[in-house]
């Protein structure tokens, strides 16, 4: 080889050596751009280190396995592994060799896939199972996909009946499940969003041996208990009220027996269910007695105390006067008693009661008699074989005198 130009310090910067041939022993460096017009070969070469960039401008072959085209595209032979991959892979082909993903535009085949947040999938979703020969645009075919969260109305989804299924569906019912995997909209119990209705069967609330309740209302408003032994009704806010426009019976559970029997005239007992054998009234109260002349009132008038109890048509009254001043009868005429709360149905007859500082004859009888339809006692006295008189105001003394008396009567 043949040297020319070379100064005594070396070949100069600025001129240009051309070499026939160039062998170099040990380590080369070039400060420059190095051109090669024919085939650069390497030989035991185990690394290439490029600090800047490397540019093959027909592209680069390893092997007969690793392709990378000078237009971008990349062929492998062998497996690809990556730790990230970025973009929508639409234009990815041949990632399907294991399943057979049709030739559908964007179709995708994805296996083992874990969706933690949000997947919006355009197209269908296929499971790996179908067998179609054709899974549609922009469709997703899944193998053990596991999605953490679902949004949407489902009302696309398919092949889902072998999971849970609905019978006799319909607006406001109640769906009662009919075994492990199947549902059923009960046509007898309803619920639109205010009325809860059941229209056939019945409703049980147990364990009845452990105290059941069944409350309607805000806290205790109405409650029906059962603690075990015995079943209570009741409301513990306001009255508890049975209205009914029939008849309100009720009756032994063997044979059905009537025990009592409420309807438009009262309270009837056993199978009876006369008018006039109801009990259609209870009532109890308190009135103010007076006593005075068949003509005139006592002045200052004289009042007693007194208590009754009504069942029905029968009055039980109990009166009193206690420690009276008899200067206040009228002088001359027969006493009466006024005030009584109800009045008489017929006539009655009372007996004349406890009485102390009255004066009496042994040879009287002495009674009280009410004339029907008033509410007052006349006092009359009879000798034997002779008509009933007055009992006279004058018989009672002017001071401290009593009277008590209890008696029934009928009113209307």
């Known amino acids: 080889m043949a040297f020319t130009k070379i100064t005594a310090a070396g070949i100069g910067s600025?001129?240009?050596?051309?070499?026939?041939?160039?062998?170099?022993?040990?380590?080369?460096?070039?400060?420059g751009n190095l051109t090669v017009g024919?085939?650069?070969?390497?030989?035991?070469?185990?690394?290439?280190?490029?600090?800047?960039?490397?540019?093959?401008?027909?592209?680069?072959?390893?092997g007969s396995g690793i392709t990378l085209s000078k237009d971008g595209d990349g062929f492998f032979t062998g497996i690809v592994t990556a730790s990230s991959f970025v973009g929508s892979g639409a234009e990815l082909t041949g990632v399907?060799?294991?399943?057979n993903i049709r030739t559908n535009t964007n179709a995708t085949f994805l296996q083992n896939v874990t969706v933690v947040g949000t997947s919006?999938?355009?197209?269908?979703?296929?499971?790996?199972s179908d067998s179609a020969t054709d899974i549609g645009t922009n469709s997703v075919r899944f193998q053990n996909a596991y999605v953490d969260t679902y949004y949407g109305d489902g009302s696309n989804l398919t092949g889902i009946s072998a999971g849970v299924s609905l019978a006799n569906g319909a607006d406001?019912?109640?769906?009662?499940?009919?075994?492990?995997?199947?549902?059923?909209?009960?046509s007898g119990v309803t619920y639109d969003?205010?009325?809860?209705?059941?229209?056939?069967?019945?409703?049980?609330?147990s364990d009845e041996s452990s105290g059941a309740q069944f409350r309607i209302g805000a806290g205790d408003d109405f409650q029906i208990e059962h603690d075990g032994s015995n079943t209570y009704i009741y409301n513990l806010t306001n009255d508890l009220v049975i209205q009914n426009d029939a008849n309100v019976k009720i009756t032994a559970k063997s044979g059905g027996t009537q025990r009592f029997r409420f309807d438009s005239d009262g309270l009837k007992f056993g199978t009876d269910t006369a008018a006039a054998n109801a009990l259609d009234d209870y009532e109890e109260g308190t009135f103010t007695p007076t006593a005075r002349g068949n003509n005139t009132n006592s002045s200052p008038v004289i009042e007693g105390s007194g208590k009754y109890t009504k069942i029905g048509n029968v009055v039980q009254i109990q009166l009193s006067f206690a420690n009276e001043n008899g200067s206040y009868l009228p002088g001359g005429e027969y006493l009466q008693i006024h005030g009584l709360p109800f009045t008489f149905n017929g006539e009655h007859f009372i007996p004349y009661g406890f009485n102390y500082k009255v004066v009496f004859n042994s040879s009287y009888q002495y009674l009280f008699y009410s004339p029907s339809g008033n509410t007052r006692l006349d006092g009359y006295i009879n000798v034997s074989d002779s008509p009933y008189t007055p009992w006279g105001t004058d018989q009672w003394d002017n001071t401290q005198?009593?009277?008590?008396?209890?008696?029934?009567?009928?009113?209307?």
């Open 120 to 128: 919006t999938v355009t197209g269908n979703i296929v499971p790996n």
């Open 401 to 412: 005198w009593y009277h008590s008396n209890s008696f029934s009567y009928l009113t209307s």
């Open 38 to 62: 024919g085939v650069l070969t390497y030989e035991d070469v185990t690394n290439v280190d490029s600090v800047g960039l490397i540019t093959a401008r027909a592209g680069i072959v390893v």
């Open 172 to 186: 406001n019912r109640v769906v009662t499940a009919t075994g492990a995997a199947a549902l059923n909209g009960e």
């Open 193 to 205: 969003g205010t009325d809860f209705t059941v229209s056939s069967g019945r409703v049980t609330i």
């Open 96 to 99: 399907a060799s294991t399943e």
């Open 14 to 31: 600025t001129e240009t050596v051309t070499l026939d041939g160039l062998s170099v022993i040990n380590n080369g460096s070039i400060g």
